[in-house]
T-cell receptor
């Protein structure tokens, strides 16, 4: 079983919909990251979380340390949000980053 | 501040050859990590360098090696290329605090092995 699991693998939605992407992990962590990768390869860091909730524009990220689960929400989704969203956790034993497989999001106009 | 730069951006090699990729981190960043990304595999961690020392290593064969220079620039070398080495190679730089660092990614080098 992978140490970091993301769901869903693929998500297609209509513009304006509320989007939720989930990340579950099985190791002790010091931090969890959400990143975005657009077609063409560029990866951008969206959030780093160690507890609670963070908000940036239409993006919200939450983490529940006890349940080892994080969610990334996108409100009022837009076609420019179409990208692969990746969850990564930093293992607290050796600080290595462990990457989820990514969620491919397509927002249709 | 200039972002992370990687050279070359595209590379075509044949089986058996070797290749060297370069990564220049953001000024002031002392950590450089390398990743391999292939379709369906996601990001696979290769290694991390901090202050010219390899601090972490992923599960790749010894054909994959790297180094970091005193100015924090890093190179990655792959010897005896195989078809399966075709991938996007990404480097990421950070300040170096392993607990809380945010990584900043370069645009990647797309390697094709024929």
């Amino acid at each position: 079983k992978n140490e970091v699991e993301q769901s869903p693998q693929n998500l297609t939605a209509q513009e304006g919909e509320f989007i939720t992407i989930n990340c579950s992990y099985s190791v002790g962590i010091s931090a969890l990251h959400w990143l975005q990768q657009h077609p063409g390869g560029g990866i951008v860091s969206l959030f780093m979380l160690s507890s609670g909730k963070k908000k940036h524009g239409r993006l919200i990220a939450t983490i529940n340390i006890q349940e080892k689960h994080s969610s990334l929400h996108i409100t009022a989704s837009h076609p420019r949000d179409s990208a692969v969203y990746i969850c990564a956790v930093r293992r607290d034993s050796n600080y290595q980053l462990i990457w989820g497989a990514g969620t491919k999001l397509i927002i249709k106009p | 501040k200039a972002g992370v730069t990687q050279t070359p951006r595209y590379l075509i090699k044949t089986r058996g050859q070797q290749v060297t990729l370069s990564c220049s981190p953001i000024s002031g960043h002392r950590s450089v990590s390398w990743y391999q990304q292939t379709p369906g595999q996601g990001l696979q961690f290769l290694f991390e360098y901090f202050s010219e020392t390899q601090r972490n290593k992923g599960n790749f064969p010894g054909r994959f090696s790297g180094r970091q220079f005193s100015n924090s620039r890093s190179e990655m070398n792959v010897s005896t290329l195989e078809l399966g080495d075709s991938a996007l190679y990404l480097c990421a730089s950070s300040l170096g605090d392993q607990r809380t660092d945010t990584q900043y990614f370069g645009p990647g080098t797309r390697l094709t092995v024929l």
